[in-house]
């Protein structure tokens, strides 16, 4: 029997009604030199116009980054408990950033794994309604609790399970969010074990809002682990795609060496789209060269005598300075058109 080692698949998909994803989904490592953890992250974000995916390329790039620079990986649950309080204050500062702002306008969900390559131990961190479950002996069952109305409603005998189920069940209100607020508390489960066979799933409400955990146990005893998330997501585009997709499997896969026939993690290129250094950056350029035409035509006007007309570039060329902290590690969002809301 060949030899397996730990490994996940990712996917994030726009759906088939929105005109921009807002998902993002990330595969990394992090941790000490000698024995590096997997990273497994999901991310949903919202808020209007393009505040949704800057919430949760924000969350996730803070994440990833407070990972990368954590030295104490005595207690992984911490770490991740950190990563996602670093995300929280990352998204919180955007979402209020412009003054006077006292509710922030941008928040995103976040589920977060670490995992050991040789153990398969794991630890998993949520705030807000993206999930994970796990797939063992046949059994799907869902690790986190969704931080949503409709949940706590279920959860306090308010609403049954058929009627959350409901297209009138106010299923977008989510009660705890990454950068909402200035502090949040995520929960956090672990360690727990993926033993051969067993898989983990982390995934937006994208899927599991339209695909139900039966059809998705069914997905998964029927694909390898490099096809599930393509899988799951078709389904929840059949079932008619209402909302950015976005699914990870993780669990064990052959250890041979890479063939053709072992799709590679799609989701290893960050999206340039997503990043504002760049968008600054194309503002800055453009606004240099309308400064400069303007500086022309005041001279040719004035006869060249004028001396300030540089005066009005310096301020906008150093919005190009605010840039983001690039991050090592993977991510992505898949590009798309800017514009709209939703979550
Ligand atoms: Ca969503």
Known sequence: MPSTRLTAFASTDVGRTRDHNEDVVAISMAGPAAAPYHVWLVADGMGGGVKGEVASATARDRALATLARAKDWRDPALVLADAVREANSAVYSRGTANGELSRSAMGTTLVLALAEPASGRYWVANVGDSRAYTWADR???????????????VAAGILSAEEARLPEAPRNVITRAIGTDSAVQADV?????????????LCSDGLHGLVDDVEIAAILSEHPLAEAPGALIAAANAAGGSDNISVLVAGWAA??????????????????RVRPWRRYAFVALGLLAAAAVVAALALMLSGGSSGDDDANSTPTAQRSGEATTPVAGAGSARPGASGGQGR
């Open 139 to 153: 059994q799907l069952r869902q690790l986190t609790r969704d931080h949503s109305l409709v949940a706590e409603q």
């Open 189 to 201: 489960f672990g360690p727990a074990t993926l033993a051969p066979g067993d898989q983990l799933v």
């Open 255 to 272: 250890a041979a060496p890479a063939t053709a026939t072992e799709l590679p993690p799609v989701i290893h290129v960050d999206s340039e």
